[in-house]
């Protein structure tokens, strides 16, 4: 199968490769991600002691309920392939795939 590319004004091929997968458990929380990601794909959520997904306020600061804060995939369907997520990563969570046809 031949994957969807697109040929910028300046002549080169860019392929999207949209978001595939995170590695919660390389995620440190940081929400670099989120912050760039303007078609809100991501969401910050926190993983409860016994290893649950539960959804927090990121403008909380009350952490009782929960170990610590991951990003998750909330909306892949918003996903334009920049990859900007996985160039602010500082643990390189993300894998990207290309679109097939």
């Known amino acids: 199968m031949a994957s969807f590319s697109v040929t910028l004004p300046s002549g080169e091929i860019w392929t999207p490769r949209f978001v ?3 590695n919660q458990e390389k995620c440190i929380g940081c929400a ?3 912050r760039v990601c303007a078609r809100e794909v991501l969401a910050l ?3 409860t002691e016994d290893g649950d997904i539960i ?3 990121p403008d909380s600061d009350e952490d009782e309920e929960y170990e610590k804060k ?3 995939i909330a909306h892949k369907e918003n ?3 920049c990859e900007a997520c996985s160039k602010v990563c500082p643990k390189k969570c993300y894998t990207h795939a290309a679109a097939e046809l």
């Open 55 to 57: 959804s927090i306020d």
């Open 79 to 81: 996903c334009v392939g």
């Open 32 to 34: 670099r991600c989120v």
């Open 70 to 72: 991951v990003m998750t």
């Open 20 to 22: 595939a997968e995170l």
């Open 45 to 47: 959520v926190g993983v």
